[in-house]
Nanobody
Framework: QVQLEESGGGLVQAGGSLRLSCAAS????????MAWFRQAPGKEREFVAR???????TSAVSLKGRFTISRDNAANTVYLQMNSLKPEDTAVYYC????????????WGQGTQVTVSS
């Protein structure tokens, strides 16, 4: 079993930055693909960014490079650096683990709220 716990969310003004953390426990996640998703009120959950075990990164095109995913395998933690935040980035952000490298996310955190004020 893998437990994922997100932190770092909060209220920020438009144009500001936040860094989210996803701390894993139960197993090392260094060999897993890890990802961030988000879900805004009344909308479906959407993909934000992914980082493979080898460090390869993919981000949603719509973000236009404002968000960066990274990982610290020694700390068993994944991060999401979010810059130039916009009100439309307001959502609950979730961390997820793909243990089989098949783009199916087996483990999810509880989420952390990010609210961007205009």
């Amino acid at each position: 079993q893998v437990q994922l716990e997100e932190s770092g969310g909060g209220l920020v003004q438009a144009g500001g930055s936040l860094r989210l953390s996803c701390a894993a426990s139960g197993r090392t996640v260094s060999t897993y693909t890890m990802a961030w998703f988000r879900q805004a009120p009344g909308k479906e959950r959407e993909f934000v960014a992914r980082i493979t075990w080898a460090g390869g990164r993919t981000s949603a095109v719509s973000l236009k490079g404002r968000f960066t995913i990274s990982r610290d395998n020694a700390a068993n933690t994944v991060y999401l650096q979010m810059n130039s935040l916009k009100p439309e980035d307001t959502a609950v952000y979730y961390c997820a683990a793909d243990t089989n490298r098949d783009y199916q996310y087996d483990y999810w955190g509880q989420g952390t709220q990010v609210t961007v004020s205009s």
